[in-house]
């Protein structure tokens, strides 16, 4: 399934608890009454940008003001928190539309209760089209804990082949680097990698505590395998954290070896120079002596004098390089 099915502003599903889920509409499961709830629970996706959405959220959902706060606030980090029974969740999954910088992270805000969750989006995320997928391939959740689960475990899946991405640029720089001659590595490619990673980790772990603190909450409609399902999705977010560490590091490291290069280049080049300038420092002063306006320079008559001092310039010169290479200076 591609993101255009997550573009539908209203989307309710049915659960029957035993992996199977039918369409419904507000109206279908407004007309059963509470606690007779034959589909088990239902999952309602709302458009938080749509009008008739936001109206039904707030004036039909029967949440509170603080639930509705905390499912429409502009801005969100990942967190959990439970209130009365039920529990407010906040997740994070990384923007893979076409164009879009994977740090830009869209959030993905749920309300969790025993019979019903109620999840708002701004912008689609792939992970949701990934479970409106399974689900009608009829692979849906069982129980509003395990919707948690699954979702969260598609947020990380989405989220390794980005890292390993940074992964395999950051292979690539360690590549050139080892490699004699070759051109030192863009430096802003390698800070605009450090700034995904840290950018990314920076919601990937509070992701991983929510995860974590729901998973150990007293909540009525958690079960143990619902609570096992969320460790497993809490560690494998960890993992995901673990790997932008690992990026950052690594990212640090070939920071380090570049300014390291390009101090051992400068280092040479300075050494060159005063090679250079050390062979000849005393060729100019004997050209020096010899060119003083004084009385009694030698050779002053002779028509040979040029070609012997020029040949003995070159012959010192040459000895002198002689001399730096058998002390390696050169």
């Known amino acids: 399934m591609s993101e255009a099915a997550d573009q539908f502003p209203v989307r309710v599903y049915a659960f029957d608890g035993e992996g199977h889920a039918t369409p419904a509409t507000l109206e279908t499961v407004e007309?059963?009454?509470?606690?007779?709830?034959?589909?088990?629970?239902?999952?309602?996706?709302?458009?938080?940008?749509?009008?008739?959405?936001?109206?039904?959220?707030e004036t039909e959902s029967g949440i509170d003001s603080f639930i509705h706060q905390a499912l429409t606030a502009e801005d969100t980090r990942p967190r959990c928190t439970t209130h009365g029974d039920g529990a407010i969740i906040n997740l994070r999954g990384i923007n893979l539309h076409e164009g879009a910088e994977p740090e830009?992270?869209?959030s993905l805000r749920l309300w969790v209760e025993g019979r019903r969750i109620v999840g708002v989006w701004r912008r689609p995320l792939y992970a949701v089209a990934d479970m409106f997928a399974a689900i009608e391939r009829g692979q849906a959740?069982?129980?509003?804990?395990?919707?948690?689960?699954?979702?969260?475990?598609?947020?990380?899946?989405?989220?390794?082949?980005?890292?390993?991405?940074?992964?395999?640029q950051i292979d690539a720089m360690e590549d050139v680097l080892d490699t004699e001659g070759a051109a030192a590595p863009s430096r802003a490619e390698l800070a605009d990698i450090r700034r995904q990673a840290i950018v990314l980790r920076r919601?990937?772990?509070?992701?991983?505590?929510?995860?974590?603190?729901?998973?150990?909450?007293?909540?009525?409609?958690?079960?143990?395998?619902?609570?096992?399902?969320?460790r497993e999705a809490g560690d494998k977010t960890t993992r995901v954290a673990e790997e932008l560490e690992s990026v950052r590091e690594r990212a640090a490291i070939v920071h380090d070896q570049m300014l390291e290069k390009r101090a051992e280049e400068m280092n040479r080049y300075t050494l060159?120079?005063?090679?250079?300038?050390?062979?000849?420092?005393?060729?100019?002063?004997?050209?020096?002596?010899?060119?003083?306006?004084?009385?009694?320079?030698?050779?002053?008559e002779n028509p040979w004098a040029f070609g012997i001092v020029t040949g003995l310039?070159?012959?010192?010169?040459?000895?002198?390089?002689?001399?730096?290479?058998?002390?390696?200076l050169i």
């Not at 919601?203 to 969320?230: G, H, K, M, V, Y």
């Open 203 to 230: 919601f990937i772990a509070p992701q991983r505590d929510a995860l974590n603190t729901l998973a150990i909450e007293d909540l009525s409609w958690l079960t143990e395998r619902d609570r096992s399902r969320i």
């Open 31 to 57: 007309a059963v009454p509470p606690g007779t709830n034959s589909f088990g629970f239902v999952w309602i996706h709302l458009l938080g940008t749509d009008a008739a959405a936001l109206d039904w959220l």
């Open 104 to 106: 830009d992270m869209i």
């Open 313 to 328: 310039l070159v012959g010192l010169g040459a000895l002198q390089v002689w001399i730096y290479r058998r002390v390696k």
């Open 272 to 300: 060159l120079l005063s090679v250079v300038a050390s062979i000849f420092l005393p060729l100019g002063l004997i050209t020096g002596l010899l060119g003083i306006n004084v009385g009694g320079i030698p050779g002053a």
């Open 141 to 168: 959740p069982v129980s509003p804990g395990d919707l948690v689960a699954k979702l969260a475990l598609r947020l990380a899946d989405r989220m390794e082949p980005t890292i390993a991405d940074l992964h395999e």
